[in-house]
């Protein structure tokens, strides 16, 4: 579902039953530049996540999809950053308003996330099982030894062979892939309505990230988790992703569903970025196509639309004059380009 106007509704209100689980509105973050500055690294970004929606937030690295993901988490203060304005609302919930007592309680029932590079959120002094199972007791009140079956059961549910003997190992004792699956154990053993992956894949290899994909699938299925899923890879959002939200330098640009977003881009940059996919069978002589320049830097945005240094399709004193706002251009699908309406841009080829 694309955000509009009529769809942003101020301050407290009863919840709407149809409503997303995840409803993010004008989310701006900054961090900290110097003496009483600030430096915004996000700004004004919405979008839904439904129950049981597996969405993308998709990007080049510095385009804002970390931070975001880190502010619906409520993470932002640990990384010495604050939320500047709009809302995060978790099952009609504005999380911006909670207390450090209150976003503990809510992390891991309500909602879990996987970072990249798992070996560092796992601690090497404790058993995975101990890891997994001290979640399960602050949460859901088991005993030890209840605690203990259920992360076995979960070792299991992720398909670690011999989940029995393997839960009294260390982390060092697992590969990269399987620590990957320890995390989504743990993330999962408390039964979250949402959860949250960071690039869980970016540092494992294509056989590995394969199987934790199918993984991720399987358990949605499984369980009607919701899933936000964090990435700068589309060939993994076209095999595990119902809708796609793009972002470049700090603002959504594109949101829609993915046949939409992968067929039919509304916005240069997206365009951009399916051109720059490797198809396979293509000629080894045939350049791969890049967007020109880089992502500008958070405080180095240029005036009007954000991406009109890079874009083939701008237009002096337009483009680089006013800055587009996200518009609905169909229903289901918005995006950020006052050329939306007259450019026919080329998506992924069907054939």
């Not at 995060?88 to 976003?103: M, Q, S």
């Not at 005993?143 to 009294?168: F, N, S, T």
């Amino acid at each position: 579902m694309a955000v509009t106007d009529t769809m942003i509704r101020p301050g407290a209100a009863p919840v709407d039953p149809l409503a997303p689980l995840l409803r993010v509105r004008d989310l701006t973050v900054q961090f900290p530049a110097g003496r009483k500055q600030w430096v915004t690294a996000v700004q004004d970004v919405s979008f839904d996540v439904a129950a049981g929606e597996s969405v993308a937030l998709v990007g080049e690295s510095g385009s804002g999809k970390t931070v975001s993901s880190l502010a619906v988490m409520g993470l932002t203060p640990d990384t010495g950053g604050r939320i500047a304005r709009g809302s995060v609302e978790f099952d009609g919930r504005d999380l911006t308003k909670l207390h450090a007592k209150e976003w503990r309680n809510l992390r891991g029932t309500g909602m879990g996330m996987i970072f990249q590079q798992p070996i560092r959120s796992l601690n090497p002094a404790y058993t995975v099982g101990d890891q997994i199972a001290e979640s399960v007791r602050k949460h859901l009140g088991l005993g030890r030894k209840a605690a203990m079956a259920r992360a076995i059961e979960m070792l299991e549910l992720v398909q670690i062979p011999r989940a029995a003997d393997r839960v009294r190992e260390y982390p060092h004792a697992f590969s990269g892939g399987m620590c990957q699956r320890v995390m989504i154990a743990m993330v999962m053993a408390c039964n979250p309505r949402l959860l949250i992956a960071d690039e869980p894949t970016t540092a494992l290899d294509v056989t590995v990230q394969e199987t934790i994909l199918d993984l991720l699938r399987d358990l949605q299925q499984q369980t009607g988790v919701a899933l936000l899923f964090v990435t700068h890879d589309l060939g993994v959002v076209a095999e595990l992703c119902e809708r796609v939200v793009v972002m470049y330098a700090g603002e959504v640009i594109e949101d829609g569903r993915s046949d939409d977003v992968f067929f039919r881009p509304e916005h240069p940059y997206t365009s951009g970025l399916l051109a720059s996919i490797p198809r396979p069978g293509a000629s080894t002589d045939r350049r791969l196509t890049a967007i020109p320049g880089r992502i500008p830097a958070a405080g180095e945005w240029p005036v009007g639309c954000h991406f009109h240094d890079r874009c083939d399709h701008a237009r002096a004193g337009m483009c680089d004059v006013t800055h587009p706002a996200l518009v609905e251009s169909t229903p289901g699908r918005a995006a950020r380009c006052l050329r939306v309406s007259d450019l026919q841009l080329k998506g992924v080829d069907a054939s």
